[in-house]
Nanobody, 121 residues
Framework: QVQLVQSGGGLVEAGGSLNLSCVAA????????MAWYRQAPGKQRELVAS???????NYAESVEGRFTISRDNSKNTVYLQMANLEPEDTAVYYC???????????????WGQGTQVTVSS
């Protein structure tokens, strides 16, 4: 299985910005979609954003217009740029591999180790 190593995140005031990175350990990174999920305390893990192998992106309604997912296939890395952060964005963020089947995103394999994002009000 591909190992995913995350970096970034931290503590920021509301309205601030943070960036997350996720590096895949193998070159098969380029043939799959990638996705970011998050899990807030007491809540289920939810999909935040995804990007397919061609660069097409999709976002959860709650982050549309504030978050940007991108990928650099030469570095086996997917990024999540988060702007205008809100306290409701506080969660542990995870990256994962995924694929699309009839337009439906399905994740597979390992999760990244998780990165805490805390937004203070």
């Amino acid at each position: 299985q591909v190992q995913l190593v995350q970096s970034g995140g931290g503590l920021v005031e509301a309205g601030g910005s943070l960036n997350l990175s996720c590096v895949a350990a193998k070159s098969i990174f380029t043939i799959y979609a990638m996705a970011w999920y998050r899990q807030a305390p007491g809540k289920q893990r939810e999909l935040v954003a995804s990007i397919d192998k061609t660069g097409d992106t999709n976002y959860a309604e709650s982050v549309e217009g504030r978050f940007t997912i991108s990928r650099d296939n030469s570095k086996n890395t997917v990024y999540l740029q988060m702007a205008n952060l809100e306290p409701e964005d506080t969660a542990v963020y995870y990256c994962t591999q995924a694929y699309y089947n009839d337009g439906q995103l399905t994740r597979f394999g390992q999760w990244g180790q998780g990165t805490q994002v805390t937004v203070s009000s």
